[in-house]
């Protein structure tokens, strides 16, 4: 009997130390594969920001003598940001702030267009520091859902 009891402690010990690992290695994964979708997004946003029709943009919010279609500039990144988004499942609407506003300028939703943003960290955020940024996931009462939001500045040709 105690032979029997003995055994049967150790292997309840062997299969919760087996299922410990298994739920070790799922975590790790699953970390591994967030991780890797992050750096897809951050990807998606670098490309983005540097397309060239997102960068003729400079020439609507900084005007000068230069000769360009407003309109055309406009159904350029209009068109460009519908493409993104349907062609990046992850995201639910894009948009463009004019960096001199602070208002929605183009957006893939025309009810946020005219929007003013310059207070959200979105937008104060990057243009502070020039760079990537993630927000922290929150509830998005517009969206009824879990979001996070991405952001990132748009220079122009000449870095503007």
């Known amino acids: ?8 402690f150790q292997r309840v ?5 087996r299922t410990f690992d298994k739920l070790t290695a799922i975590r790790d994964l699953k970390i591994e594969r967030l991780h890797d979708w992050l750096i897809e997004r951050e990807g998606d946003m670098r490309t983005v920001s540097a397309d060239n029709e ?13 000769g360009h279609n407003e ?21 639910y609407k894009m948009f463009v702030v004019n960096p001199v506003t602070g208002k929605v300028f183009i957006s893939t939703e025309k009810n946020i267009e005219s929007n003013d943003v310059r207070h959200e960290d979105f937008f104060k955020i990057p243009m502070n520091t020039e760079e ?29």
């Open 1 to 8: 009997m105690v032979v029997l009891v003995v055994t049967y």
């Open 132 to 160: 990537l940024t993630l927000t922290e996931i929150y509830y998005s009462n517009t969206l009824g859902e879990f979001t996070m939001d991405y952001s990132i500045p748009i220079f122009g040709k000449d870095d503007k």
């Open 54 to 66: 997102f960068k003729e943009l400079q020439y609507i919010f900084f005007p000068g003598d230069n």
């Open 13 to 17: 010990a062997v299969i919760e130390s």
């Open 71 to 91: 309109n055309q500039i406009i159904a350029n990144v209009n068109r460009m940001l519908n493409r993104y988004l349907d062609n990046y499942p992850a995201y």
